[in-house]
């Protein structure tokens, strides 16, 4: 989730939203989209990740159950 608006490296400032998830556990990586540019970024996840949110991603959609 982006603190301020672009802050996962997207020159245009939009905002980044979660669109796939990737790995096994221990190991997952989240694909960001810039909802302006299209520009795409991979980032680690964290043990403070919400795991609901994850298995969400994974299912093919964007918030928990």
């Not at 694909?31 to 990740?49: I, M």
Request: contains cysteine.
């Amino acid at each position: 989730m982006d603190i301020q608006p672009g802050d996962r490296r997207a020159d245009c400032t939009g905002m980044m939203v979660p669109v796939e998830l990737e790995g096994q556990v221990g190991e997952l990586r989240i694909l960001h989209r810039c909802q302006e540019c299209g520009t795409e970024v991979w980032n680690q996840t964290a043990q403070n990740d919400d795991f609901d949110a994850l298995l969400a991603l994974a299912r093919g959609r964007g918030e928990p159950d």
